[in-house]
Nanobody
Framework: QVQLVESGGGLVQSGGSLRLSCAAS????????MGWYRQAPGKQRELVAA???????DYSDSVVGRFTISRDNAKNTVYLQMNSLKPEDTAVYYC?????????????WGQGTQVTVSS
């Protein structure tokens, strides 16, 4: 019933831009903190950006100034605007939803979308 569906990934040249979208269903979106994670082959999954129900944002140091996370509660969608992309941004990007009022609850994950940045 709960679904997080990412879209917007693809192949882009270094310096280019992509906007990822994650459409959520089956949850009360407005009470979930949302995040974007990424995982490159052979590496651990890492937090890229997060946005709380109150609009507070956090970013990995590696993307500060280049990426922007936002959410549209009316559309049950969280976005990740990625500018000035670098080859090291290449990874599978995953959408994450965490129930804000309840600590220690298992989050939901999307299936991921591939982002490949060519040099």
């Amino acid at each position: 019933q709960v679904q997080l569906v990412e879209s917007g990934g693809g192949l882009v040249q270094s310096g280019g831009s992509l906007r990822l979208s994650c459409a959520a269903s089956g949850i009360i979106f407005s009470i979930y903190d949302m995040g974007w994670y990424r995982q490159a082959p052979g590496k651990q999954r890492e937090l890229v950006a997060a946005i709380t129900t109150n609009g507070r944002t956090d970013y990995s140091d590696s993307v500060v100034g280049r990426f922007t996370i936002s959410r549209d509660n009316a559309k049950n969608t969280v976005y990740l605007q990625m500018n000035s992309l670098k080859p090291e941004d290449t990874a599978v990007y995953y959408c994450n939803a965490r129930y804000a009022p309840g600590a220690f609850q298992s989050p939901y994950w999307g299936q991921g979308t591939q982002v490949t940045v060519s040099s």
